[in-house]
Antibody
Framework: EVQLVQSGAEVKKAGESLKISCQGS????????IDWVRQVPGKGLEWVGI????????RYSPSFQGQVTISADKSTNTVYLHWSSLKASDTAMYYC?????????????????WGQGTMVTVSS | DIQMTQSPSTLSASLGDRVTITCRAS??????LAWYQQKPGKAPKLLIY???NLESGVPSRFSGSGSGTEFTLTISSLQPDDFATYYC????????FGQGTKVEIK
């Protein structure tokens, strides 16, 4: 079965660091782009950034550039989203999702496989 | 940045109704558009890619059309499982989502 499995919910304080994970299975993980998408409770979807695990090639939305870091470990089929210093405004559900095809490059297709989401709660 | 605007924000409909949701892009995106369905507490599910291509396993009552700046998602006959929030997403220049359309029971 093709799937992405994310790490569990996190409760942190402002200023702390955090790394959440997304592990893929059932397909050629290193050769598909993986996106991160944020959803604040009760709100819509926001694109955070993307990575190609095979080359660790990463790109970011201007809104999130410098605020988070996306990394990958192709030996374990895992992608990470990292904060060095959390803010209360980072409180949200974070989804990883696979880009359907990589023919046209990063961010150039729909997202066909989604993780179950990781809820991050940051208290001030 | 490319902005995506959906209308309406909320739609009340009955079982069996034909439902249409519109998505407008702030600049031309060709056919680089996807539609998703999201239910409470669940991850989004891809319905349509390339503006009009039905994702595998998605019922044929869902269809997409449009190009350039104006796109539509149509549900030909609303079923109980279709009450959810729907999002459009452009991928002409990375990704931007519309604000969502909630389809609720009339």
């Amino acid at each position: 079965e093709v799937q992405l499995v994310q790490s569990g919910a996190e409760v942190k304080k402002a200023g702390e660091s955090l790394k959440i994970s997304c592990q893929g299975s059932g397909y050629d993980f290193p050769n598909y782009w993986i996106d991160w998408v944020r959803q604040v409770p009760g709100k819509g979807l926001e694109w955070v950034g993307i990575i190609y695990p095979h080359a660790s090639d990463d790109r970011y939305s201007p809104s999130f550039q410098g605020q988070v870091t996306i990394s990958a470990d192709k030996s374990t089929n895992t992608v990470y989203l990292h904060w060095s210093s959390l803010k209360a405004s980072d409180t949200a559900m974070y989804y990883c999702a696979r880009q359907r095809e990589n023919i046209y490059g990063p961010g150039r297709d729909g997202l066909d496989i989604w993780g179950q989401g990781t809820m991050v709660t940051v208290s001030s | 940045d490319i902005q995506m605007t959906q209308s309406p924000s909320t739609l009340s409909a009955s079982l069996g109704d034909r439902v249409t949701i519109t998505c407008r892009a702030s600049q031309s995106i060709g056919g680089w558009l996807a539609w998703y369905q999201q239910k409470p507490g669940k991850a989004p599910k891809l319905l349509i890619y390339g503006a009009s291509n039905l994702e595998s396993g998605v019922p044929s009552r869902f269809s997409g059309s449009g190009s350039g700046t104006e796109f539509t998602l149509t549900i030909s006959s609303l079923q109980p499982d279709d009450f959810a929030t729907y999002y459009c997403q452009q991928y002409h220049n990375y990704l931007t989502f519309g604000q969502g359309t909630k389809v609720e029971i009339k």
